[in-house]
């Protein structure tokens, strides 16, 4: 059966500390990881990774994908108060998702 | 332009009762997805619309639960005799492409008493 999971399950840091997410996955018919941010309600998209081993970059944001360890990992350097959110990952062929890290950034 | 849009935002209703959620993707999206999310857990893919068809409604929880896009763009899901265990927020997603980014609605909270 199709798994996501994420780790930690929760994280509380202080504003300007580096944090890494971590999500391994086992999706049948792999083509794309996925990462989101959910504040409130609706999940915002940072980023999707299709191949292993390029980064990507937004802002304070980065990830990368490794394909053959079936694992992704979300990096928020310099973090700030407002990137206190719930980051999702999903693996895509059925947009499983999973639970999410909880990221605490205390001022 | 406007975003994805669903209605309503929060619907109350008793255990028994057969409810409508309805989702309006981006205007030009062929591609539409429902997913639930219950606290604490992320969405759980319920359904997947390419135009009109569904093309994959795996996550469907069972038969109580059924969704329509009989036009390619508003999207409804249904359930029939609620459960307390179906109170979540439904949460719909639209995208250009299957592939594609996806962009959520502010979702429908569901409270079945």
């Known amino acids: 059966e199709d798994k996501v999971v994420q780790s930690p399950l929760s994280l509380v840091v202080h504003e300007g500390d580096t944090v890494t997410l971590n999500c391994s996955y086992e999706?049948?018919?792999?083509?794309?990881l996925l990462w989101y941010k959910q504040e409130k309600k609706a999940p915002t998209f940072l980023f999707m990774l299709?191949?292993?081993?390029i980064e990507k970059k937004s802002g304070r944001l980065s990830s990368i994908l490794d394909k053959k360890e079936l694992f992704s990992i979300l990096n928020i350097t310099a973090t700030q108060t407002g990137d206190s959110a719930v980051y999702l990952c999903?693996?895509?062929?059925?947009?499983?998702f999973g639970a999410g890290t909880r990221l605490t950034v205390k001022p | 332009g406007a975003g994805v849009s669903q209605t309503p935002s929060n619907k109350v209703t008793e255990k028994g009762k057969y409810v409508e959620l309805r989702c309006d993707p981006i205007?030009?999206?062929?591609?539409l997805y429902w997913y639930r999310q219950s606290l604490g857990q992320g969405p759980e893919f319920l359904i997947y619309?390419?135009?009109?068809?569904?093309?994959?409604d795996s996550g469907l929880p069972n038969d109580r639960f059924f969704a329509v896009r009989p036009e390619g763009s508003v999207s409804t899901l249904k359930i029939q005799r609620t459960e307390r265990g179906d109170s979540a927020v439904y949460l719909c997603?639209?995208?250009?492409?299957?592939?594609?980014?996806?962009?959520f609605g502010p979702g429908t909270r569901l409270t079945v008493l």
């Open positions: 997603a639209s995208s250009l492409t299957w592939e594609g980014e996806q962009f």
């Open positions: 999706v049948t018919n792999f083509r794309s």
């Open positions: 299709t191949s292993s081993g």
């Open positions: 999903a693996g895509n062929n059925d947009m499983r």
């Open positions: 205007s030009g999206h062929t591609a």
């Open positions: 619309f390419q135009g009109t068809g569904a093309a994959d």
